[in-house]
T-cell receptor, first 117, second 109 residues
Framework: ETGVTQTPRHLVMGMTNKKSLKCEQH?????MYWYKQSAKKPLELMFV???????ENNSVPSRFSPECPNSSHLFLHLHTLQPEDSALYLC????????????????FGPGTRLTVL | EDQVTQSPEALRLQEGESSSLNCSYT??????LFWYRQDPGKGPEFLFT???AGEEKEKERLKATLTKKESFLHITAPKPEDSATYLC??????????FGPGTRLSVLP
C-alpha cells in the first residue's frame, strides 16, 4: 500500500459514455498528478495540481477534464472518448513541488485500466 | 528538452545471474533521479532517489548509482520475484518529471 488509492480499478466504456476516475491520497501531500500509460510507451503526464491549483496541462484533449476539490482528492472526468484512449491511468502524489531543496518523490496508486469500445 | 532513455529494453536473467540496467538522461538542472519498479497492471513502486553524481543507494539485492549523464541499477543474485519493469525518471528545477520507457526484467528459476 502506497497511501494512494484509485477507483475503479477497471472500467469499460463506450465512446458516448461519461465516467469519472477517482484518486485519494492519505500521505498529507500537496501535489497530485494524472498520468497515462500505454503499452510500450513512457508514462505521459496529463495534469498536475499543486495546492489544488492546476499548473500543467500538456495539451491533453478536452475530452479529459480534471478536478481537484482539495489536496487529498483528484478526479478525471471522461466523455466521448476514443478507442486510442484505452490505457492504464495512474494517479500520483508528492509532497510539495515548490520546495527549493531536495527532490519530490512521487507515490503512485494502483491505476485504473480503461477500455474504450 | 529533457530526455530519459533506458537500456536494454528487455533483459532475461537466470536466477543468481547479476547484471545492470542503464538509465541515460539529459536534463536542464537535475534535482533528483528516481528508480521505480512496476509489476504488470499495477502502479510504479518507488525504490530510490539519487541527488548528485557519485551517490549510491542500496535496498536488498538492488543498488543504484549516479553519474552526471547516467544511472545504473545493479541487481545482485536476482530472484524470480525481482521480475518487473524498472522505470527511471528525472526531476528538474522546472518542477518537471520525465520518465524513461523502462526495462522489462525477467528472472528465470
Amino acid at each position: 500500500e502506497t497511501g494512494v488509492t484509485q477507483t475503479p480499478r477497471h472500467l469499460v466504456m463506450g465512446m458516448t459514455n461519461k465516467k469519472s476516475l477517482k484518486c485519494e491520497q492519505h500521505l498529507g501531500h500537496n501535489a497530485m498528478y494524472w498520468y497515462k500509460q500505454s503499452a510500450k510507451k513512457p508514462l505521459e503526464l496529463m495534469f498536475v495540481y499543486s495546492l489544488e491549483e492546476r499548473v500543467e496541462n500538456n495539451s491533453v484533449p478536452s475530452r479529459f477534464s480534471p478536478e481537484c476539490p482539495n489536496s487529498s482528492h483528484l478526479f478525471l472526468h471522461l466523455h466521448t472518448l476514443q478507442p486510442e484512449d484505452s490505457a492504464l491511468y495512474l494517479c500520483a502524489s508528492s509532497q510539495d513541488p515548490h520546495r527549493t531543496a531536495g527532490s519530490n518523490e512521487q507515490f503512485f496508486g494502483p491505476g485504473t485500466r480503461l477500455t474504450v469500445l | 528538452e529533457d530526455q530519459v532513455t533506458q537500456s536494454p529494453e528487455a533483459l532475461r536473467l537466470q536466477e543468481g545471474e547479476s547484471s545492470s540496467l542503464n538509465c541515460s538522461y539529459t536534463v536542464s538542472g537535475l534535482r533528483g533521479l528516481f528508480w521505480y519498479r512496476q509489476d504488470p497492471g499495477k502502479g510504479p513502486e518507488f525504490l530510490f532517489t539519487l541527488y548528485s553524481a557519485g551517490e549510491e543507494k542500496e535496498k536488498e539485492r538492488l543498488k543504484a548509482t549516479l553519474t552526471k549523464k547516467e544511472s545504473f541499477l545493479h541487481i545482485t543474485a536476482p530472484k524470480p520475484e525481482d521480475s518487473a519493469t524498472y522505470l527511471c525518471a528525472v526531476y528538474n528545477y522546472g518542477q518537471n518529471f520525465v520518465f524513461g520507457p523502462g526495462t522489462r526484467l525477467s528472472v528465470l528459476p
